[in-house]
């Protein structure tokens, strides 16, 4: 069968939208062209979906767009509040985001064996789980897990994997002055990971050093926590030092002597995955 195009704005499982007067199904190549904005308002099922310069796709819940093949968007893409794709092929799939513009998702699910493949710019912010095979994002331009004042996107427990380099967000919120706990979430991050983002005094970074008190030498604002030594803080004393995968770090905030000013950390790098060991 050819492709199943649009011809009309309107729901997706409505027969009317369709040149076949028929919905899609997990068959179908299905292509939506310029002006027409087609709603997914419950299941939907494709092999492939392209949206055309000028066209769109919105998922207006929480509905499930599931593809078998490919995704490619020239057009705009909308996951809605609650909207999931989910990529359940069995042979190599990937999403082309060549619009343009950053492409947000709300929840992306891979049940894929193989590969999916992100090209293209994309942000995530709400779930990833990759539940078998991998999650390549290395030809993508980049795939954010956003982070704000309200929500923070998180990776769900996977038995799947992830290649090229992701950014984890990790927002915080305004305080006083003070210490806090951090633990990188990617594995291979190095305190220049967060320097662009947070003071980090003692490390010789963007922000530079503070004195701990004047004449008494450099206030050394980050530590690692030492389980080889009941748990000893160790200062951290340079830009290139290991954020080591399940160890815990002292971070002292601050923007001003005594308060913080809200700011979102953005680690670069391949997310933790397996059995983490310290």
């Known amino acids: 069968k050819g492709p199943i195009t649009a011809i009309a704005s309107g729901n997706w499982e409505a027969p009317s939208t369709w040149s076949c007067n028929c919905a899609p199904t997990a068959n179908s190549t299905v292509i939506i062209p310029s002006p027409f904005t087609v709603s997914i308002n419950e299941l939907a099922n494709a092999k492939s979906v392209t949206i055309n310069t000028g066209g769109a796709l919105t998922i207006v819940s929480n509905d499930t767009l599931q593809i078998v093949d490919s995704l490619t968007i020239e057009g705009t893409f909308n996951s809605g509040a609650e909207g999931t794709i989910l990529a359940n092929g069995t042979t190599n799939q990937t999403f082309t985001n060549s619009s343009g513009t950053n492409v947000e998702l709300v929840n992306l699910i891979s049940n894929n064996p193989t590969n999916l493949f992100l090209t293209g710019g994309w942000s ?7 539940n078998v095979g991998t999650l390549d994002v290395s030809g993508a331009d980049s795939l954010v897990l956003l982070s704000n004042s309200t929500k923070t996107a998180e990776i769900l427990e996977s038995n799947g994997s992830f290649v090229g380099d992701f950014t984890l967000q990790r927002f915080i919120g305004a305080r006083n002055a003070n210490y806090s706990n951090i633990a990188a979430p990617i594995s291979n991050a190095t305190v220049a990971s967060i320097d662009d983002d947070v003071a980090i005094s003692g490390v010789g970074g963007r922000f530079g050093n503070v004195s701990a008190n004047p004449g008494g030498g450099i206030f050394y604002s980050m530590f690692e926590y030492d389980r080889s030594d009941n748990n000893k803080l160790d200062s951290i004393q340079s830009t290139a030092a290991a954020l080591a995968p399940g160890v815990g770090y002292e971070l002292y905030l601050y923007t001003t002597l ?6 979102t950390l953005d680690y670069v790098g391949t997310p933790n995955f397996g059995t983490i060991t310290p």
């Open 258 to 263: 005594g308060s913080f000013i809200a700011t």
């Open 124 to 130: 995530l912010n709400n779930t990833l789980q990759v």
